[in-house]
């Protein structure tokens, strides 16, 4: 199975996919050399490619059989609303929608694309499961993880539980993920990259879920024939 990584990141998403399948061919695209150079580091079989996911998606999409794309969030976030008066604001970056739209009508195989809950009514339904909206062409299980996931709140509202614990907040992300972000050399915001990661196991659930989902209709297929 070949597989399409968007906007990469350091693989949250994909951290626990070979648990599910281990023969599959990973490309991850990601336009931060720092995050490319990291993702490599931690799975040094996928092709990285440094570049701009969203036109490699354009250019690219027919070679794979599964595609998860996650857009930047910033514009689209609830936080938006919060800072309105605080900076200069800019419009929601319409690139997630040209992606659904685009997935959903000339793509073949299956896809997810993951983005916030944003400020506004999404301009196209999506299936909302803890601080995320998923839009896929396949039916997700209501519950995608068993894991408490730290946010924002936690930040501020557990402070002094984890000042007591000797604790950072930022290391609770580190747990959270199992992965030590400091490693991060670049210019992006710590924080911010540990907020917005998926969580794994909610990335091996969606995985795992698509990939019964193609192994039902590869038998039903079978069976016509």
Known sequence: MKVLNLYACIGGNRYKWNEVKNDIQVTAVELDPECARLYQERFPNDKVIIGDAHQYLLDHYKEFDF?????????HSRFQISMKNKRKMKYPDMKLYEEIIFLDTF?????????VIPYYDPLISAKKRDRHLYWTNF???NLLSRRKSPN???????????????????????EFHDYDFKKYKGNQDLGKMSRNLVDYEAGKTIFATMLGIVKRENINQTELF
């Open 67 to 75: 595609i998860w794309s996650s857009p930047p969030c910033p514009t």
């Open 107 to 115: 793509f073949n195989g299956k896809y997810c694309i993951e983005n």
């Open 139 to 141: 039916n997700l299980p």
């Open 152 to 174: 924002m709140a936690a930040q501020e509202a557990g402070r002094q539980k984890y000042k007591k614990l000797n604790k950072k907040v930022f290391d609770v992300f580190c």
